[in-house]
């Protein structure tokens, strides 16, 4: 589905992706883990097309995709929910909803879409014309992960979707997720909360350094001692997995 | 108290004026955190634009006000955004601060040596009659005024929240990391922002021009009012800077009657003082309305 093939890439002369590759299969969950500054962040936005790319690829359904800009991802089918707050505060729920089909075509065809993806989420439909501000932290993820979901993605990008948000909150976002996932959507998540993000997912990433150091089954990293040891500061040195 | 009221409707219709010099002050600073203190010659210049048209190169003036306001647009505003915003912008705030201060002086010295250093008598819309309203006496000029400019800042708004465009540029002003991931072309929506800024300093131009002469000076006062009313009205929303203006004007009017006209000019800046004492973050203003 999505394959990234020795991904270099900063931030202006600064380098973080080192050679990043890895490959994710379609209608998968897949998590990716890491110290802080090894890079999780940066390849989302290297996907998204916010990145500047030095060389390598990114290859989508087989297509070549590096260095496209973030609209005509979209229109590739690609979402991306960021790290933190990512609403338009002054504007409606419906209006941040509508924004997020701003690049469609077909406008008739995406008001019947926030209808279905109110029905997903009543709390939107209840709230449909507050302004996205006064939602609370927990509400405005969910209109987030809402708002990604107008153009019907074949890829979402999720970054950090639990920060923030109380223990009940993530397990719905999370469930969110593998409903979606169930749907057929391919979703590339970002998690500090690295044990409860893997026992949702089917697929775990660890990421160190801008390189991917581990890529197995979400079940076998959690069972493996080294992903511990680097949480705590190790590093991998034994036989590299990609 | 007809007198009065007389002050306070023509103070009303100049303060319309300033609002719209605020409004587009406000916008470019929403949009692109421009802080174009060359805003009051960017009022001055569109009466010259028109007097070049219809004095010098003979055009009707029906004809020549509306092609002064697209010559605004173009030179206030995409002009304005490619060559001096967009090369500025990205060594900072204040070097693009710096860089409008000497654009204000050069159109203002442009005017002053290539049209005329003296004050040209400007042609007024409307016709210099008078109406009486509960016995008070008030010039049609000062309604037509009022009408039109509050007129451009209600059909602003109505465009801004009605439009999917106008969404599309709250957004790119509110939290434009998120326009850009949603596909948002934010490029051109603060492009947009920089044209309605060119177009409503013609407005304001053209209305406020014949109530003065046109002159190279004419934007020294203007600048600082349009800076102080969007300061006054919170400095980051539309609804702030046209109270602000709206302020402005009555308390100008009524000061030059009541206090001494001597005393005019100093009292924006008085009102400016007040204000940032008793509630900094202006009348309308949140202590910070910019989410990061």
Known sequence: ?242 | MSEFFQLIVSGLSTGSIYALAAVGFTLLWQASQTINFAQGEFVMLPAFLVLALSVKLGFPLWLAMPLAIILAVLILGVLFKRLVVEPMIKHGTLPLVIATIALGVLLKEMVKEFYSPLGQPFPSLFPQDVVTIFGAVISIPDIANFVIAMGAIVALQLFLGGTRTGRSMQATAQNPDVAQILGVDIKRMVLYTFMINGALAAIASILITPIYLAKFSNGETLGLIAFIAAIVGGFNQIRGALVGGLLIGIIDNLSATYVSAEYRQALPLILLIVIILIRPQGLLGTSEGRTV
């Open chain 1, 1 to 242: 589905m999505l394959e990234l093939k020795d991904i270099y890439g900063g931030y202006g002369k600064i380098t973080i992706l080192n050679g990043t590759s890895f490959k994710i299969p379609r209608a998968s969950i897949t998590t990716v883990i890491g110290p802080n500054g090894a890079g999780k962040s940066t390849v989302f936005k290297a996907i998204f097309g916010l990145l500047n790319i030095h060389s390598g690829q990114i290859l989508l359904e087989g297509t070549d995709v590096t260095g496209r800009t973030p609209k005509q991802m979209i229109d590739a089918g690609v979402t991306y929910v960021p790290q933190g707050r990512n609403v338009v505060p002054q504007l409606s729920v419906y209006h941040n909803l509508e924004l997020g089909g701003i690049t469609a075509r077909d406008q008739r065809k995406l008001r019947d879409r926030i209808e279905q993806v109110m029905d997903q989420f009543p709390m939107l439909r209840e709230f449909r014309n507050r302004k996205a501000v006064e939602l609370s932290g927990g509400q405005q993820k969910q209109l987030e992960v809402a708002r990604a979901l107008l153009l019907d993605p074949k890829l979402m990008l999720v970054d950090e979707p639990s920060i923030g948000l109380s223990p009940n909150l993530v397990k719905d976002v999370f469930r969110t997720l593998q409903d979606l996932r169930d749907q057929g959507v391919t979703i590339l998540m970002v998690e500090q909360n690295a044990k409860s993000a893997l026992a949702v997912s089917d697929y775990g990433l660890v990421l160190e350094l801008g390189q991917a150091r581990m890529h197995d089954e979400a079940a076998k990293l959690l069972a493996d001692p080294r992903v511990g040891h680097l949480f705590l500061g190790g590093h991998i040195d034994e036989e590299e997995t990609a």
